[in-house]
């Protein structure tokens, strides 16, 4: 990839597609590709190979996809399998048939078995049965991966695969029905502490455990995989530390500035105990993420309240 390639960021006003492109850009890339849902609809396979044939990207990134929190998950499993697997199929098959040099498809840490061993290796997918709160948009993405693996064996089309672990940052979905656990924690603490609540309310036990990863750290590794790395095994992004919900809550409070109560409403799902990436794959390959979760999480609340908060 050079500073004149052609590259297309499928899905740049989402929360991972936004970071590739401000990224692309800050490092000077000239002609970048994007397109607004509204100028391109990635589910249409006429419109998608249209607009390959009129473009000719050289390099994809593609970050378009829908996505959700836990509870947006079980709600609407139908729209997540029948809108993941329409968006990746037609841009990874017209991406071929176009001619690009590559292409780069996102995952999910939730592809991997709901009890696989920790953290998880790229070895353990397809290994045991999916976590049911997100087997609809698991079975599309190791789809995509498999798709992408295929037309990488029969047609010799350079695709690479990355898993990246629950990401946050700047241009996350704050929406409390939604959106992911660290975003909503951030809204609901910073709510609390302008209403003055005795209380703030959180789903599950407060027991499993997640891994978070900054998505600048993402488009980091996006872009030095795409650079680097041309191979049909898949890579998991990560930071390799992961913390449990209750922390992740306490740390939030404290960054916010709330002082009150936390309430564990166990009526909502804990969804999969533990997701921790093992990052070794990566690590060998010479990248770590350096954002640490503390300073990722104050400036994603800075951003929230320079742009979200009321
Ligand atoms: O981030 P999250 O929605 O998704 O939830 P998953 C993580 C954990 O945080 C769960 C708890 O145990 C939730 O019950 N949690 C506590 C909350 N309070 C809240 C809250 O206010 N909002 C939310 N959303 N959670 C998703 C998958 O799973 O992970 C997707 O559904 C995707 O497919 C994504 O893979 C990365 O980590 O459980």
């Not at 970071?19 to 396979?45: K, N, P, V, Y």
Request: proline share 5%; aromatic share 10%; with cysteine.
């Amino acid at each position: 990839m050079d500073r004149s390639s052609r590259i297309y960021v499928a899905g740049h006003r989402g929360l991972v597609g936004g970071a590739i492109l401000r990224r692309l850009q800050r490092e000077g890339f000239e002609r970048i590709i994007a397109r607004t849902h509204a100028e391109l609809d990635l589910t249409s396979q006429d419109a998608v190979r249209r607009f390959f044939d009129e473009e000719r990207p050289e390099y994809v990134f593609l970050a378009a996809a829908k996505v959700g929190g836990i509870l947006a998950n079980a709600t609407y499993p139908a729209d997540f399998i029948r809108e993941n697997l329409l968006i990746q199929t037609n841009v990874i098959d017209a991406a071929y048939r176009a001619g690009a040099r590559k292409l780069l498809f996102l995952g999910s840490s939730c592809i991997y078995p709901k009890h696989a061993p920790q953290p998880m290796k790229e070895e353990h997918l397809l290994t045991g049965p999916l976590e049911p709160t997100n087997e609809a948009y698991a079975v599309a993405k190791i789809a995509g991966i498999t798709m992408v693996k295929s037309y990488r064996r029969q047609y010799g089309f350079n695709g690479i695969s990355l898993m990246p672990t629950n990401l946050y940052g700047p241009g996350d979905n704050f929406d409390l029905e939604t959106s992911h656990v660290l975003p909503a924690l951030i809204r609901k603490f910073h709510e609390a502490k302008v209403a003055g609540a005795p209380s703030v309310t959180i789903w599950g036990t407060g027991r499993p455990r997640r891994e978070f990863l900054h998505v600048d750290d993402l488009a980091d590794a996006c872009l030095f995989l795409m650079q680097n790395y041309d191979d049909e095994e898949i890579v998991n992004v990560g930071v390799g530390e992961d913390v449990s919900i209750a922390e992740l809550a306490a740390l939030i409070a404290r960054i916010v500035g709330y002082e009150g109560e936390i309430v564990y409403d166990t009526s909502k799902p804990d969804g999969t105990p533990r997701k921790l990436l093992d990052v070794s794959r990566l690590s060998a390959l010479g990248w770590r993420a350096r954002i640490g979760l503390e300073e990722g999480i104050a400036s994603t609340y800075e951003w929230y309240l320079a742009n979200v908060a009321q």
